[in-house]
């Protein structure tokens, strides 16, 4: 880990104004999912195109943020940050008064390539601000707190913004706190740029390419199963994939140095990341709905009732970094994603009555996520050099709004279909009706008047069931993820023994530290 000299007033402060992109980013993620139902009613989108509202936001981060962190090393991280502020307002006023579902998807997509330039910006100067070990590792525990923050208050925020005006209300967060960004970054932040030259534009046409079929192959097999379409999108998202590498390879200014994949520690980190986020994603897109449609919750009671257990995740985001400072931060996060396990036994073993039970199960989630945000984002910024800190951070953000993305259209879907198998329609429906009924649990309650009593709560039935499989499949991905970091990581010391022992011997073979 690289030494530095402590900050002063002016870096924690600028790390304070970094926190409110940071906040908003998580806010965006959680307040979205209680606008769901009642974007509905509005826009009334089919099953896949829901999934879309929520993945295309996440994925077209997911597919430029190795661009944008790039770019960031070029023209300055302040100077990116702050176009992209801007950018997320604007198009999250786009969003509020989206007039369609199409309109909808675009504008979610418009705000995915907006938050790809503010999140690996407040990661990669805060790297840049803080270069003591030991205050860089609190310094992202606090911007993962905040991550936090923004996840822990957007279900009430949302719900209470749904209640009170309508879904579009819940993008409209975005604009106050973008003024306050443009108004401080000149004033606390400092302006840093690392590298020269222009962006290799055939690296971030392949990266796109590489990125955008290999999500269009995960969408399409989860609507219509793996046919020639998926196979042939996963064939051409892989080939871009190998002639990206080997372009980045070659050239001298690379788009992504592929050197960082080197170090174990980073390598490992990342897929730890990937794992956790994909799983968390996809159980509290499936929670939300168990809260509302299930058990009939309105968006203002789910809001508080996914508030508590997302302080979890701020426990785990402050805890963490305190205590890596004399435990391997390999040995906390394998500890603390295998007692996340028993929080998806809980979701796995839920009932359509289980509301206290699937709660406490999230909470112990949200708490395995707080301790690989901070540490495993802390490892790798940590193995990467200071000039290639914005590709760090891409990378960082890339596997984790990927996972998150990812998450929700592998467990979601899986879910539907689990629930379109299983679900049993009851004879004399209308067309449209049966339709309605055998395509979600969404679906079914909006045609709740017009099917028999009992119905409704078949379908409720039919929905858990496919709930605890997918929280089933989320544990066993977790439980490979707690041994990776057992095995992994366990040779990356902490911090504070670090430095104790650099105190008599000059250096210690093999530290990663």
Known sequence: MRAGQPVGWREWGGLALLALPTMLLGLDVTALYLAVPSLAVDLDPSATETLWIMDAYGFFIAGFLVTMGTLGDRIGRRRLLMIGAAAFAAASVFAAFAPGTLWLIVARALLGVAGATLMPSTLSLIGTMFTDARQRALAIGVWATMFAAGMAVGPV??????????????????????????????????????????????????????????????????????????????????????AFVRRQLRLGEPLLDMTLFTNLGFSAALSVLLIGLAGFGGVMFLVTQYLQLVTGLSPTATGLWMGPPALAMLIGAIGAPLLADRVPPGAIMAGTLALSLAGYGLLASAGTDSRPAVVAGFALVYLGLGVIAALGTDIVMGAAPPDRSGSAAALSETVQEFGIAAGVALLGSLTTAIYRRDIEIPAGLSASVAEAYGNSLSGASSVADRIPADALDHARSVFTGGLNTAALVAGIAIAFASSACFVMLRHIRPPGEADRAAEPIASTPGSNR
Do not use: C
Request: aromatic share 6%; charged share 5%.
């Open 157 to 242: 925020v949302g719900g209470v913004l749904v209640t009170t005006f309508w879904w579009g209300a819940v993008f409209l967060v975005a604009v106050p706190v973008a003024l306050l960004v443009l108004a401080g970054a000149p004033l606390l932040l400092p302006e840093h740029r690392t590298r020269t030259g222009g962006l290799d534009v055939l690296s971030v046409g392949l990266s796109l390419a590489a990125m955008l079929p290999i999500i269009y192959a995960i969408k399409h097999a989860a609507a219509h199963g793996l046919d020639i379409q998926a196979v042939a999108a996963v064939l051409l998202g892989g080939g871009a994939t190998v």
